[in-house]
């Protein structure tokens, strides 16, 4: 007899989709934007984020599937273009879990004034890795708990700092970033690396994961009805979450100190914010602590909300011959567990690559932080057919029910698909160019040849997938 499933209710998706969707991480570069963010954040979340979060709700409702965006890509453009979307949307995964087991023992050696071994660290590392690959291996379902308690984690502390920063304005009267006219909230058009137009990939990753929810399916009482208002209700609280922090960190700390803001400079972030609010020190030591475990266990739960969409979509692919074989294979419970397995052993690989590779060279320690910018443009370029594989399916499948349709038609069905298309190729492009000066390229050699590498890896198993 089939186990019962554990449901997934409407709060439950909510949460997850905030889960999913919320990167605390990602709060703090986005911040070093300084005033002009708050354009790029509506138009983006306008030109992006709406029309993207509308069309994963229709394509996900009238194609329900737990291969989510791979199967909306087969059906339009057929197995070997789902082929792309299948590698880029997996090999990502474990370049992720390698970059935040690196932050997990950088924020560990802040929030105790500590500098750990190699061995050490690498252990610690190891350890979030095999954590996160064990949570993996369990049905969403069974995870929930640890995605709700990540979730309020993220909220917690993501409305606690924009707080903070609005507080240190009304005791001080001051703002590290006055606004002082209109102009100053116009964009830097610009190809300035700090503040242009290569910030717009920073805000687009804090957007992806929608369509993950589409590959919960089977685990929500009502699917069909739940994952539009998931998504909507998910969407609009991930906004408010990232710019009242982003808000705070701006009004808070100087350009200076904000340009710093990544998971490796989390702690001396959050101790500059402690500080201009007046906490004393004995109690800024606590506060760390605490803040920096809650970002820890985020970061698990990201990995945790994240692991079911994309094993799930290796699973579908990988028994639809665009994956290899091992992908597919799953436990008693349903679950691919072989694909978060392998996830593990990659993201190992990558950690302990990086050890030895800092250890021969320290020119290489910032260098193999580029791993996540390689996880950053491989999922973003997963994405680049889905825009276009709605606008083919619309009209393939004219007469298919829709449970919900994005309400447009006409010129503005395509203005739907194409704004979103083309914010994502820019998107990519400034990621992986940036500045387009000479010196950035040699700066990132790295990440140039991980992106031909990936390419090369893609096109050598798309070329294994028989056409249809």
Do not use: H
């Not at 050490?120 to 993996?136: A, H, K, M, S």
């Not at 992806?208 to 009805?225: A, I, L």
């Not at 990544?262 to 506060?287: H, Q, R, Y």
């Not at 698909?417 to 700066?443: H, Q, R």
């Amino acid at each position: 007899m089939e186990k019962s499933k554990k449901k997934f209710r409407l709060i439950d998706a909510i949460l997850g989709t905030v889960c999913l969707t919320l990167v605390c991480e990602s709060v703090m570069p986005t911040a070093a934007i300084g005033n002009t963010q708050y354009f790029w954040w509506l138009f983006l979340l306008v030109g992006f984020c709406l029309p993207y979060g509308m069309i994963t709700a229709e394509l996900g409702t009238t194609y329900p599937s737990e291969g989510g965006m791979y199967d909306w890509v087969k059906r339009a453009f057929g197995p070997k273009w789902a082929g792309r979307v299948a590698w880029n949307y997996w090999v990502n995964f474990p370049l992720w879990i390698a970059s935040l087991a690196v932050a997990v023992t950088d924020i560990i050696c802040g929030m105790f004034n500590v500098e750990l071994n190699v061995l050490t660290l690498v252990c610690i590392q190891l350890l979030y890795v095999w954590i996160v690959t064990f949570l993996g291996t369990q049905r969403i379902g069974e995870s929930k708990y640890v995605v709700n308690l990540g979730t309020f984690f993220k909220v917690f502390l993501l409305l606690g700092i924009g707080l903070l920063g609005i507080y240190s304005v009304i005791k001080t009267g001051q703002s590290a970033n006055p606004i002082t006219s209109f102009k100053d909230l116009l964009p830097d058009l610009s190809l300035n690396i700090d503040t242009g137009l290569p910030f717009i990939s920073i805000i687009l990753f804090n957007f992806m994961g929608f369509e993950v929810v589409g590959t919960w399916v089977d685990d929500m009482e009502n699917p069909k009805k739940d994952i539009p208002k998931a998504l909507i209700i998910g969407g609009l609280l991930m906004a408010l979450f990232y710019v009242l922090p982003a808000t705070g960190f701006n009004i808070a700390l100087s350009p200076d100190v904000v340009a710093e803001m990544d998971p490796e400079n989390v702690v001396e972030v959050l101790k500059s914010l402690f500080t201009a609010v007046g906490i004393g020190a004995g109690l800024t030591k606590g506060l760390i602590i605490g803040a920096g475990c809650m970002f820890i266990y985020t970061f698990v739960a990201n990995i945790a909300s994240w692991s079911f969409g994309v094993n799930e979509v290796a699973k579908y692919a990988a028994e639809d011959g665009s994956m290899p074989k091992v992908f597919a294979k799953v436990n008693d419970e349903g679950v691919p567990y072989m694909a978060s397995i392998i996830n593990g052993i990659v993201a190992s690989i990558i950690v302990i690559g990086g050890a030895v590779a800092n250890s021969i060279s320290e020119d290489f320690g910032a260098n193999f932080s580029l791993f996540f910018c390689l996880s950053w443009i491989t999922l973003l370029v997963g994405y680049v057919p889905m825009f276009l594989a709605f606008l083919k399916l619309r009209k393939k499948d004219k007469n298919i029910e829709r449970p919900y349709k994005v309400p447009v038609s006409g010129a503005m069905e395509k203005v739907c698909a194409y704004v979103p298309f083309v914010i994502l190729i820019l998107g990519i492009v400034f990621t992986i160019f940036g500045d387009f000066s000479i010196d950035y390229l040699k700066d990132n050699v790295p990440l140039l040849v991980g992106v031909v590498l990936s390419f090369i890896c893609e096109e050598v198993l798309v070329a294994r997938i028989k056409k249809a």
